[in-house]
């Protein structure tokens, strides 16, 4: 099982719904978590970031995390046509140096005008 | 603002051939993550450097070695390329190993 499970999608939704994108966990050390975008051949874009749990807000977008449940999600209002891409949860230890991010799958969103 | 520059953005080598790839990190990062993205995967770590010190290693083959410089880019060598090495490899930096991180466009290795 991986430490990172995430629907892979693909989820479709029609333009200027609310679109809920989720991530579970099973390493109870992770503190930070992250949200990326992804386009097609393109980097990872780092939407979202927050430090163990609770809410945090950035425009149309919504983290949510929730330790207890070890599950995070990700909200997007108003959704766009160019919301379309593929969305990475992404989380890690709080250790000192370069620790490594782990990822969940990517959940594939398409935005139809 | 400046973003994580890699090159080359796309290379084609043959099996048993050699690869470099290069990263440079946004300025006063000191951390420099390598990762490698199959098609429909999700990005799996290979190997991280903070302060030009190797950090932490992942899913890494022993053909591959990396390192980072005195000017904070770093390296990522690949020998006797297989066909499953092609992929999309990118790099990530972050300010003192504790934010998120940055990606770069990515290089994408074709290994024919």
């Known amino acids: ?113 | 603002a400046a973003g994580v520059i890699q090159s080359p953005r796309h290379l084609i080598k043959e099996k048993r051939e050699t690869a470099t790839l290069k990263c440079y990190p946004i300025p006063r990062h000191d951390t420099v993550y390598w990762y490698q993205q199959g098609p429909g995967q999700d990005p799996q770590f290979l190997i991280s450097f903070y302060e030009k010190m190797q950090s932490d290693k992942g899913s890494i083959p022993d053909r591959f070695s990396a390192q980072q410089f005195s000017d904070y880019h770093s390296e990522l060598n690949m020998s006797s390329l297989e066909l499953g090495d092609s992929a999309l490899y990118f790099c990530a930096s972050s300010p003192q190993a504790l934010y998120g991180y940055t990606f770069g466009s990515g290089t994408r290795l074709t290994v024919v």
């Not at chain 1, 000192?96 to 990822?103: D, E, I, S, T």
């Open chain 1, 1 to 113: 099982q991986k430490e990172v499970e995430q629907d892979p999608g693909p989820l479709s939704v029609p333009e200027g719904a609310i679109v809920s994108l989720n991530c579970t966990y099973s390493n109870s050390a992770f503190q930070y978590f992250m949200w990326y975008r992804q386009y097609s051949r393109k980097g990872p874009e780092l939407l979202m970031y927050t430090y163990s749990s609770g809410n945090k807000e950035d425009g149309r977008f919504t983290a949510q995390v929730d330790k207890s449940s070890k599950y995070i999600s990700l909200f997007i209002r108003d959704s766009q046509p160019s919301d379309s891409a593929t969305y990475l949860c992404a989380m890690r230890e709080p250790h000192q140096g370069a620790q490594k991010l782990v990822f969940g799958q990517g959940t594939r969103l398409t935005i139809n005008p």
